[in-house]
Structures are given as C-alpha cells and as structure tokens.
C-alpha cells in the first residue's frame, strides 16, 4: 500500500445503527445513534497548525467537528454516509516495513471490548495487518476502595492477547507513577515498552519514577492529552455546532489517535483520530 500526496486515509463517519438512514436521521428527528467519526489523515491539514489548535485536545475537537460538517455537506457523503477522498495504499511489504504505526487508545468509560473494537477500526482503515506500539491510557479511576491491580489487568491481557497474535509488536502504558508501573509489571506477562507520562501536572519526572523505570528497562515519554479528550459537554458542544436543533445526549465511548512514522527520517507521514460517539 504506497501513501502519496501526504494522505494516506479519507475523512469517514460510519453510522453503525442500520435503521438510520441518513444524516438527518441522526440529527434533526434525535433518535439515539451509534457513530463511528474517522477524521483522515489530519497530518497537513493548515486550520491545526494553529497554536491554540497544536493542543491535542482543541486538535481533536477541531477535527473531529470538520470532519462532521464535511460528511453534512458534501453531496456525495449524504448519498453513501461517507466522506472520501482519495484513498492511498501499501504497495509492498517492504514499504509497511519502513513505517511505524502507533496508536493511543483512550478510553472513556471502563470496558475491556474497547480495545478490540478500537484496534480492528484503525487496522481497517489503515488496511495493515498489525500496529508496532498500542498505548493504552484508561479512564480516571474514581472508586479507589477497587485495587489498581484489579482494573488494569483485564485490560492488559486483552493487550497481551493482541501482542501473542501478532496483531500488536509492542503495548505501552499512560500515566502510571511508581507504584502502579510497578504492580503493572509485576502483574504482566508482556510488560510494557513504554510508560508515557503526563508533564501537565508535574514540571519534570518524579525521580522514583525514573530510577524504576530505568530498572526494569521501561522507557519514559512524555504526552500533552488530557485526562479526559471529550467530555460529554464538549461532544454536546461539537454536535450543536453542527446541528443546533439537536438535543439528544451525547457520549463518547473511545478514541484511537494513530500516527504514522516513516523510520529513517522520522517524519510523520499519517496522523488521525477516531472516534466512537453514541446518543441518547
């Protein structure tokens, strides 16, 4: 599959409820919806390259709602529920060789059938067989009667379960201080590559962090999303703005952030978001 033009994936909106029939269903008779937004590779797109927009959560917003008022508008999406352009592939196994794709999966509610249903869309449209590194960042744990332990590790074996199937080469985690990226390890069969650490909230690594992190050969990165990328008030907001009259609830369930790295450069080829948003 050869990626040319510096696209190598179309805008889409997926409508998984069948009985939906086209856009105005969704949003003009408020009738509850499953959606499924995929906003293409964002990689050059000029409106994100602002410095309010760089931020990942106004970068996410921004493009999910353009990729919203794209399917509402253009004539071709309101005939097929799609919005494509030109769709670039692999030509060889050796070009995917080149790459490395690697995906944030960013869970908005606890469920460990997330993980699968955000792999098999980002494998699908990217049409590659497997992601070199998945990270998994999981919703903020409220109850803290519950173990760490305890809630990590189904979501882990699913990871896991990926990684021995050869659909996943690496698993990584977000957020984890000491303690936790600990237990983590201690629990895992696949421990995990990478611990991405949020430097929103703290000027520089904690240092029993770093000191763990290097005894157990975990590399340490750095991230700036938020601990939760589309709370429900601005998933309203986003729908407002497309269609004011909308007054279902809405929620979002899941969002996978994919990017695309060609190797020998360094150079993001392919960048995009999707996202699994419902009503009610």
């Known amino acids: 599959m050869a990626m040319s033009n510096g696209s190598c994936t179309s805008p889409e909106v997926t409508i998984i409820d069948k009985d939906l029939e086209n856009q105005k269903d969704i949003f003009q008779k408020n009738q509850p919806a499953q959606i499924l937004l995929h906003t293409g590779n964002i990689a050059n797109w000029n409106s994100l390259r602002l410095r309010k927009t760089q931020l990942p959560v106004n970068e996410l917003f921004q493009s999910l709602k353009s990729t919203l008022e794209h399917w509402i508008t253009e004539p071709k999406a309101k005939k097929d529920n799609d919005c494509t352009y030109s769709f670039d592939t692999f030509e060889s196994k050796e070009e995917r060789s080149l790459l490395k794709i690697s995906v944030k999966v960013m869970l908005q509610k606890f469920d460990t059938s997330i993980i699968n249903k955000a792999l098999d869309a980002v494998l699908n449209k990217l049409k590659v067989d497997y992601i070199d590194s998945v990270f998994l960042a999981l919703p903020s744990i409220e109850d803290e009667n519950i173990g760490f332990e305890q809630i990590i590790e189904p979501y882990w074996r ?123």
Do not use: F
Request: overall charge negative; charged content about 25%.
């Open 158 to 280: 699913e990871l896991e379960s990926l990684h021995d199937g050869g659909r996943v080469k690496n698993i990584a985690s977000c957020d984890l201080d000491q303690s936790k990226l600990e237990k983590l390890i201690n629990l895992s069969k696949v421990k995990p590559e990478v611990n991405q650490v949020n430097l929103m909230s703290c000027c520089h690594m904690p240092e029993d962090l770093v000191a763990y992190a290097k005894a157990v050969d975990v590399v340490l990165h750095t991230h700036g999303d938020q601990p939760e990328m589309l709370p429900d008030d601005s998933l309203q907001e986003l729908i407002q703005s497309v269609e004011p009259s909308n007054q279902m609830n809405w929620q979002c369930d899941w969002i996978a952030r994919y990017t695309v790295i060609v190797k020998c450069r360094g150079v993001i080829k392919c960048k995009g978001y999707i996202a699994s948003i419902n009503s009610q």
